[in-house]
């Protein structure tokens, strides 16, 4: 699995961006990365939130697989 990360302004508000849903070729499962136990705060309707490295999940499904596998 590969390990993303959120980026943040100098503000530390979070970068982003809007994009159009024209654009969006492929969803992908982002699993958190906890240390030892994940923080009490975070549940699944605000992990993405409160978390701020995931691993991507490329087993998900055979066409994310391939996908992931093709842009190494």
């Known amino acids: 699995m590969f390990l993303v990360q959120r980026r ?3 503000n530390g508000r ?3 961006d809007i994009i159009p849903l024209d654009n969006v070729r ?5 699993v ?4 030892v136990k994940a923080p009490k705060e975070m549940t699944c309707d605000n992990c993405l939130d409160v ?6 999940n490329s087993f998900a499904d ?3 697989f391939h996908a992931i ?3 190494q």
């Open 51 to 56: 978390g701020r490295e995931f691993y991507l």
């Open 32 to 35: 958190p990365k906890f240390g």
């Open 8 to 10: 943040f302004r100098s």
């Open 62 to 64: 055979k066409e994310t």
């Open 26 to 30: 492929q969803v992908v499962q982002l």
């Open 14 to 16: 979070p970068l982003g």
């Open 69 to 71: 596998l093709s842009y």
